[in-house]
Structure formats: C-alpha cells, structure tokens
C-alpha cells in the first residue's frame, strides 16, 4: 500500500464531542464530522459525564455514516481504524473504542488506539502539510498544559507541564466567576477584545528558574479575590478588564516558557495544539515572539483546535506507520500518561 493512499478512519469521543473523520496519506481530510454537545450541557455549566457517553451512543451511527459519504468511501475502503483510547471521561472512550473495535474486526482492519494529545499535536500535520518533526509543541487544552519537545513521529519528551490546574481549566473557571457561561475559554477570548490587559496586574506564576512546568491555580484564585474584594468595596468591577488582564498573565508566562524551552532544546519551531491555541491573544503574542527569536510558528485553524476525529486518524496512521497496531482487548485509559 502506497502510504499516500493509505486511508484512515478516526473516532474521538473523549469528551463532549462525537467526531467521526476520514484522512488519506496522514495529511489529507476528506472528511470531518463533529457532533458538538455543548449546547446540551450549557444549563450544566460544565460537561456531565454520564449525559456525554447517552449522546456519544446516540450519535455514533450518523456520524460514522456521514463520515464516510463525505468522504465517498465504504468500509472496504478504509484501511486502518484509529480511536481515542486515553485520556478523557472513560464512559465518553468507551462508546468511541467499542464502535472501532466493531468496524475493524467486522472489515478485517487493522486498530490502533491513541493519544488525545498526540492527536492534538497531530492537527498541525493536517493544516500545514509540509511540517515535519522536529519541533517543540506547546499543548494547552481544557485537560492539559505541556511543553513537549518531539523528536519523530512517533518519539516525545514531556519538558514540562502544570502542576495543578490546566490552562483551558483555569479558563473556564474564570468565566464562571465572571458568569459568562460554559464553554468559558472562547467567552472570555472574546470579552477580553475589549478590556485592558494591564487594568490589573495578576502576578506571573513562573515557578523556580529554569522551570519548564507551570501554575494556574494561583490565578484563579487571585481573579476571585479581585472580584470578591471590590464587590465589598462596593466598587465597580470591569469584566472585560479582569478577562483581559487574566489573559495577559497567564499568556506572558505561556509564550516565555515556550520560548525558553524551544532554545533550550535547539529546535527552531514551535508548534501549538489545543483547544487554548485558538486563543487569540495567545496567537498574537506567540507570532510576535516568534518573529523576535526567529522561529517558525505553527497553529491550526480553530475548527482543528478543539476536539476532532481528523486529527487522531492523522495520529493513528502515524502510529501504524511505526508498527504499532491494538488488539481487539483495547481498554480505555481516563488517566493515560503522555
Ligand atoms: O482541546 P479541547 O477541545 O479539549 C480538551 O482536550 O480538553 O480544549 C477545550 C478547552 C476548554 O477549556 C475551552 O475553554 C478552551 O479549550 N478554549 C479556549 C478557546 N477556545 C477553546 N480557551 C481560550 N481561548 C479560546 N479562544
Ligand atoms: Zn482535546
């Protein structure tokens, strides 16, 4: 098989997302199907685990079919079957591992279960078909926040990550506070346009010298007193100030680090996934700091940021690429390490 030809089918439900896609060669979409719940869990203000995998079952069938229509193939065409198997809510996995598991053992296709955030990473081979390893990946999602530098295809190094709360976690909690609704981060993305971002100067949580790990927890908390403490000061409260300003710290922090970890480990390319990476505060400041130390930055578009099935096909056909192929016993893993 011509690995350009290869065909890939992807399935992602590791949250609140169904998402069925077919991907030719690794780097080409030819179809990306994604059931969103959120507005589902919206009245929540949060995802609910067990109302997720209901939908996830609901959904699965049409999305698996849609999925190949657009793409104009069948099952007999499609020649490796590539799912989410960790991290994520284990009822969520579960839907999507069972369903793989039917299709490749009914057509007789190879499965090959992977890494969400590998797949995050991967979303950048799909927007920018001439990138290729080595670079360093900055990862902020709703579950991560990573400084990874990854050698190969198949070959990372976990620099750094958070020690408490995820970036896009931090974000969400913020909205809340500010009551701006779930999904927080694109709401206070938003409100932030039209805020100061020096209205209030949050401190920047770096940790020791040279430390690639980081702290968001301290933020949030720091965003909460703020506005407890001129709530009994009766004075008025800024939302779109506090959002700006917020963003700001913990951005200043994001890019300085990534910065400092691409240098340091000699790579002139930093590439950035996640559902945060579709901040635009975050893309603004990063080009900036790119162009200033001469490097390459890389982003995919919003659509491939957040949760999708392309981007763990194109991770899936890297990994069978590399020989790596799951047996029929695939477990779901909430807490897979990366
Ligand atoms: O990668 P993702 O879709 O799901 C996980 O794997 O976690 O990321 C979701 C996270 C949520 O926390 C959401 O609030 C955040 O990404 N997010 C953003 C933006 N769009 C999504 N955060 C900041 N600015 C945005 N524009
Ligand atoms: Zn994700």
Redesign the pocket.
């Known amino acids: 098989m011509n690995e350009k030809e290869l065909l890939t089918l992807g399935i992602e439900t590791?949250?609140d997302?169904t998402s069925v896609a077919v991907v030719r060669g690794g780097r080409e979409i030819l179809s990306n199907v994604i059931s969103s719940q959120i507005e589902i869990h919206k009245v929540f203000g949060g995802v609910v685990p067990e109302i997720a995998s209901r939908h996830h079952l609901d959904n699965m069938n049409p999305v698996i079919a849609e999925a190949l229509e657009t793409a104009g193939v069948t099952f007999a065409d499609i020649d490796v079957v590539g799912v989410t198997k960790g991290p994520?809510l284990v009822g969520a996995l579960l839907i999507g591992i069972a369903s793989a598991k039917a299709i490749a053992y009914a057509s007789k296709k190879p499965l090959v279960g992977v890494h969400?955030i590998h797949g995050?990473i991967c979303a950048n081979y799909l927007a920018h078909p001439q990138l290729e390893p080595p670079f360093l990946a900055l990862v902020?999602?709703?579950?991560?926040t990573n400084l990874i530098d990854v050698k190969s295809y198949d070959e990372y190094e976990v620099l750094g990550g958070t020690r408490d709360d995820?970036?896009?976690?931090a974000?969400?909690k913020v909205?809340r506070v500010l009551g701006l609704g779930y999904?927080?981060?694109?709401n206070?993305?938003k409100l932030a346009r039209e805020g100061n971002p020096a209205a209030i100067p949050f401190k920047r949580v770096y940790l020791e010298k040279d430390s690639l790990d980081f702290s968001f927890s301290g933020i949030k908390t720091a965003v909460i007193n703020y506005i407890h403490t001129q709530e009994q000061k009766k004075e008025a409260i800024n939302p779109a100030d506090v959002a700006a300003s917020f963003q700001m710290a913990v951005m200043d922090v994001i890019v300085d680090k990534s910065i400092y970890a691409a240098r340091q480990t000699g790579n002139h390319k930093i590439v950035m996934a996640?559902?945060?990476a579709?901040?635009?505060m975050?893309r603004e400041k990063m080009e900036q700091a790119a162009k200033n130390n001469n490097m390459e930055l890389y982003y995919p578009p919003l659509i491939l940021?957040?949760?999708n099935a392309a981007m763990i096909a194109c991770a899936a056909h890297y990994r069978y690429k590399a020989g790596e192929v799951s047996g029929l016993d695939l477990d779901a893993y909430p807490g897979l390490k990366i």
């Open positions: 590791s949250c997302e994520g969400h995050h902020v999602s709703g579950g991560h995820a970036v896009g976690e974000f969400d909205a999904p927080g981060g694109p206070v993305d996640g559902g945060v579709a901040n635009s975050l940021c957040t949760d």
